[in-house]
């Protein structure tokens, strides 16, 4: 999931950088902190990192509570029952650019939906492949013309949210269910996805994601870990205490009236699923979160496309936070708890670069020689790091959804998470550097594709 990366590790480095100072400092130390007189430079230094630490300490917490309402707490599954109704006409898309490899899967598995074929219509969006995709679809419709409704998209802006918002003009009913055309869906997901739009408050739906190719490598496995803990905890707490579910872009679907009344899908951000969550929820509309609504998708199993897929999820989620963060928070549609979830979410992607950060002050310290700072207050502060992050934040979450899942061996990989978190706060370091260059020198954001793995079906 993309805004759950694995902070476990960062005890390791955290406690390194801070101990090596703790025997260095001589035992007569006059103060506790430097005064700002005295050591300036220091004092502001030590400062910084103090709140440095105290917003590790808020995030540990979040996540902690997460992990306890997971395990504790009334697990709310309101609409799941719901097998039985007049389903509504609803229009299924599937986000289509050079996909030859998996998208006849995905239009095989809503052919056998057992969703009422009269009212469903299935769009492929296939914006300007330059491979086999277009005429795989064009085969499906020769052979299944009355049910898929093709969308050939050969100009405009390039990108998944730009390619939507053209198709979306050729949506018939209200609700508008969204895959990527990696995923697989069940037979009764469209159902289970389609059963929370009978309330008239929720907006946005999104399901479960699952990989379907975890046991490639070693990549693929620390991924699935990062999507249970994700899913399985984080999605489910949210749905739990009311907080801020997120529509995910996939296996999931947004109300067409809703979308239209928060100003319409944006094309110009590369996170437009986080863009319409946040729309929908400070204007009042509602996200659900379906724990039991797996579908199943294919992780990148080489590092250079993970580190392209986490950039380009790092530069459109903090395009959304400089976009909204003040009309999220004063909201008046908002509980103050969502209020605060929703900030510490929106700011999730900056978090990396305040954790490379804290280490350089730490190591800034070390060299300026700031008297007893280091010898006491320093370890304080790793061991409250490692404490609130280190186990009882993402560590917990990702147990708790392994055992929930009943697969235990997989928590062996743990130690491994170690990998994915240096590539992943590296990468989301670079993407807001990124980000800030592409403000200052008007630079038009690229979509990366992210590379699928699928054998392509015979011809």
């Not at 007189?37 to 103090?50: H, I, Q, R």
């Not at 979450?397 to 009943?406: K, R, S």
Request: a positive charge; charged letters at 20%.
């Amino acid at each position: 999931m993309k805004h759950f990366l694995s902070r476990t590790s960062l005890a390791i480095f955290i406690s390194l950088a801070a101990a090596l100072p703790a025997f260095a400092q001589p035992e007569d130390a006059q103060a506790l902190v430097p005064a700002f007189k005295t050591y300036p430079v220091a004092a502001v230094m030590a400062s910084l990192l103090f709140l440095i630490v105290l917003v590790m300490m808020l995030y540990g917490l979040r996540h902690f509570m997460f992990t306890m309402n997971r395990l504790t707490g009334v697990q709310r599954h309101p609409y799941i029952d719901i097998s039985v109704a007049s389903w509504p006409m609803i229009t299924v898309f599937i986000a289509a650019h050079n996909e030859e490899k998996v998208i006849a899967g995905c239009m095989e598995a809503l052919l056998n939906t057992d969703y009422p074929h009269e009212r469903l219509k299935i769009i492929p969006v296939n914006d300007r492949s330059q491979d086999g995709t277009a005429g795989i679809i064009d085969d499906y419709v020769e052979r299944h013309p009355s049910r898929i409704w093709p969308f050939h998209r050969v100009g405009g802006k390039a990108g998944k949210s730009a390619a939507l918002k053209d198709a979306l003009a050729f949506a018939q009913g209200d609700i508008a269910i969204i895959f990527d055309a990696d995923y697989v869906p069940g037979r009764g997901l469209l159902k289970q996805l389609v059963a929370p739009f009978f309330d008239p408050e929720i907006g946005a739906v999104m399901g479960r994601v699952v990989p379907a190719n975890s046991g490639v490598n070693l990549l693929t496995r620390l991924l699935d870990l990062e999507r249970s803990g994700g899913y399985q905890v984080d999605q489910q707490a949210r749905m739990n205490m009311n907080l801020m579910p997120q529509y995910g872009g996939t296996v999931g679907g947004v109300r067409l009236s809703a979308v239209a009344a928060v100003g319409g899908w944006h094309d110009d951000t590369l996170a437009e699923d986080t863009d319409i969550t946040y729309r929908l929820m400070f204007n009042g509309w509602k996200t659900v979160y379906t724990n039991r609504s797996e579908c199943y998708e294919e992780v990148p199993q080489d590092w250079s496309v993970r580190i392209k897929q986490v950039t380009r999820w790092a530069k459109g989620h903090n395009q959304v936070m400089s976009r909204y963060w003040w009309k999220f928070a004063t909201s008046t549609y908002l509980t103050g708890a969502q209020r605060l979830d929703g900030l510490l979410l929106l700011f999730v992607f900056v978090v990396p670069l305040v954790m490379l950060l804290g280490w350089c002050l730490a190591l800034g310290l070390y060299f300026l020689n700031a008297g007893s700072l280091l010898s006491v207050l320093i370890p304080v502060f790793a061991l409250m790091v490692y404490g609130t992050l280190g186990n009882f934040a993402a560590f917990f979450e990702i147990v708790i959804a392994v055992l929930i899942d009943g697969n235990r061996r997989r928590l062996r990989l743990l130690p491994f998470n170690m990998l994915g978190f240096l590539v992943s706060l590296f990468a989301i370091s670079g993407a807001v550097w990124s980000l800030l260059l592409d403000r200052v020198l008007s630079r038009e954001m690229v979509w990366d594709k992210t590379i699928r793995y699928r054998e392509a079906p015979l011809k």
